[in-house]
């Protein structure tokens, strides 16, 4: 139990367009998902606390205007990418609160060229 | 704050080798404490857990016990595969609080 799904695992995309992560719940409510971005060989950077039916929360140095959230549902949560650049390159992972411990999505590999 | 420190740089090893990861963490409660798995080109898969002191989360071989006065979680495995060569990441999450806060990994490599 306790699945979360990210689709897509990988997109390229060209400088200057938009791109949307989807982050899913299949067999639990997830009132609150986690948005991390992972720099190649460094850990894991939280970039958001996303909240069903709410503004999501912001970590210090994320632009929210760049990185928009959207909690719609108990069971989705999307990253959307707006007006991407080659610095925005990196992989994405969705979390949801599950019971005592955290369920993580399998990521997406974002390039921009 | 949190937070979560580990052992410097990646760990190369020969097949059923010993191995340890050091995790130390700071917290002001009493927080439960994670080991995560990431292989190639995937998302972090839980590998154990312990909510409280003294506790031995233990899963796959791998072992760790949550030692309150020495505010560690170090992992170990006895005989390591080539197939446990990934990055492995401790984390903590205070009770109350919905957040991970992670270390920064460490590469394991384990050569046959």
């Known amino acids: 139990g306790a699945v979360v799904s990210q689709h897509p695992s990988r997109v390229i995309c060209k400088s200057g367009t938009s791109v949307k992560i989807e982050c899913r719940s299949l067999?639990?409510?997830?009132?609150?998902m986690f948005w991390y971005r992972q720099f190649p060989k460094k850990s894991l950077m939280l970039m958001a606390t996303s909240n069903e039916g709410s503004k999501a929360t912001y970590e210090q140095g994320v632009e929210k205007d760049k990185f928009l959230i959207n909690h719609a549902s108990l069971t989705l949560s999307t990253l959307t990418v707006t007006s991407a650049h080659p610095e925005d390159s990196s992989f994405y992972i969705c979390s949801a609160r599950a019971g005592y411990g955290y369920t993580f999505g399998s990521g997406t590999r974002l390039t921009v060229v | 704050g949190d937070s979560v420190t580990q052992m410097e740089g990646p760990v190369t090893l020969s097949e059923e080798a010993f191995l340890t990861i050091n995790c130390t963490y700071t917290a002001t409660g009493y927080p439960s404490l994670f080991w995560y798995v990431q292989y190639p080109g995937e998302g972090l898969q839980l590998l154990l857990k312990a909510t409280k002191a003294d506790d031995k989360g233990s899963n796959k071989g791998f072992e760790a016990t949550y030692r309150k006065e020495t505010t560690s979680f170090h992992l170990e495995k006895g005989s390591v595969q080539v197939s446990d060569s990934a990055v492995y990441f401790c984390a903590l999450s205070e009770l109350g609080n919905n957040r991970l806060a992670f270390g920064k990994g460490n590469q394991v490599v384990v050569i046959p």
């Open positions: 067999d639990f409510q997830a009132t609150t």
